[in-house]
């Protein structure tokens, strides 16, 4: 035998002691601990040497009651069971125990008795922590390892986080939350929290600092209030709506709840209403918010042929009263206000106004809230 293994078998031999047939086993010296991690984060693992317990016993058996004796150590070796007090978050020097758990009962019945249930270790070996700044301008920002990306109109403004760091990088262990993320308008501050995941916290690694806040500014908004709308846009859009009117086609005019196809129209005596409404949107809807700019106008239809009188017949109607809506009201940084001037909608020809109201504005019911601008 070589001299190492001598000596092991010797030292061995001592936690072994014979007591009228009763073997005394000392557990101590198979306990080892081992620490991954860095200091202040470190992880234990406990680890008991169940093939050198064995042979530190099984060495001294004889030939003839081998096999009665290994059943009656393999009954108790099933039972046995360890763990330490404290297993995370270790720092150098710390003291851990490591206590073994067996049933001690059927050890004495099989003829053992154990000592050395419980030993203390120190901590020690474990590195200094490797640190990373979660929110360092080279790894979180726009088109950065952590690509931070605002987008959308003030205040439907939406923020997206995507950690884009490749598989088994730090970085990529990072798991970033705001406390919003949607819904957000100019002014707004978003809370970023980040944590890592534990893997790479034992492998050495740890955050300089966990939070960074996010301030959302410099977003065109929708239009929400009367201030908004300058002189210069509602000119703008009245003009529009006084060129839609003399260009564009009437479908229906509406005399109460119905409605006729008239032909051969003719407008007369136009003009834009002296107050405009802005409907702002009490719930979340991408159309937050549009302008209704109402128009009268006198419409005469000629040739209009009376299936019913079997005649043509001519028809006037006086004061008729429609709205024109303008959508993507925006305010810009500068101040200015733009709308959508590729597509102005035509929202009817009603005989009267009291009408328009209930047919037309009702069916928005509280969703909006209008708010009235005066026209220039």
Not at 12 to 20: N, Q, R, S, V
Not at 39 to 59: L, P
Not at 190 to 219: H, M, N, P, W
Request: a negative charge; hydrophobic letters at 35%; glycine letters at 8%.
């Amino acid at each position: 035998m070589k001299p190492a293994g001598m000596l092991l078998l010797i030292l061995m031999l001592l936690t072994l002691t014979a007591c009228g047939g009763e073997t005394k086993v000392d557990m101590a010296p198979y306990l080892s601990v081992s620490y991954t991690g860095h200091n202040g984060k470190g992880v234990a693992r406990v680890d008991f040497d169940f093939s050198e317990f064995e042979y530190g016993i099984m060495s001294q058996w004889k030939d003839t009651d081998y096999l009665e004796k290994l059943g009656k150590l393999t009954a108790v070796e099933m039972t046995i069971t360890y763990a330490a007090d404290i297993s995370e978050d270790l720092s150098n020097g710390d003291t851990i125990t490591v206590k073994i758990d067996l049933d001690e009962k059927l050890a004495k019945e099989n003829g053992y008795t154990f000592t050395g249930l419980e030993k203390k270790f120190t901590v020690e070996g474990l590195t200094e922590a490797i640190e990373i700044d979660p929110f360092a301008e080279d790894i979180f920002g726009s088109g950065k390892l952590v690509d931070v990306t605002l987008e959308g109109t003030d205040p439907f403004v939406c923020l997206y986080i995507r950690n884009t760091a490749a598989l088994g990088e730090p970085v990529r262990g990072i798991t970033y939350k705001a406390d919003n993320d949607w819904n957000l308008k100019n002014g707004d501050t978003v809370t970023v929290t980040a944590t890592l995941d534990k893997k790479f916290e034992q492998q050495g690694y740890v955050l300089s600092r966990t939070e960074c806040t996010i301030t959302v500014e410099g977003f065109e908004r929708y239009a929400s209030a009367a201030a908004d709308m300058t002189s210069t846009v509602l000119q703008s859009i009245s003009d529009r709506a006084y060129q839609e009117c003399v260009t564009g086609n009437v479908a229906n005019i509406y005399e109460g709840n119905d409605s006729t196809t008239p032909w051969g129209v003719r407008f007369d005596n136009i003009h834009v209403g002296d107050t405009a409404l802005l409907a702002v949107n009490n719930q979340i809807d991408m159309e937050y918010s549009f302008l209704l700019v109402p128009v009268y106008k006198t419409i005469t239809t000629d040739e209009w042929y009376d299936m019913d009188a079997g005649v043509n017949t001519t028809k006037t109607w006086e004061n008729v009263f429609g709205y024109y809506k303008f959508t993507d009201l925006l305010v810009h940084a500068d101040g200015t206000v733009s709308y959508n001037e590729s597509y102005v909608e035509m929202n009817g020809n009603f005989a009267d106004a009291s009408t328009a109201q209930e047919i037309y504005l009702n069916q928005f019911g509280s969703n909006y809230s209008f708010i009235e601008v005066s026209m220039p």
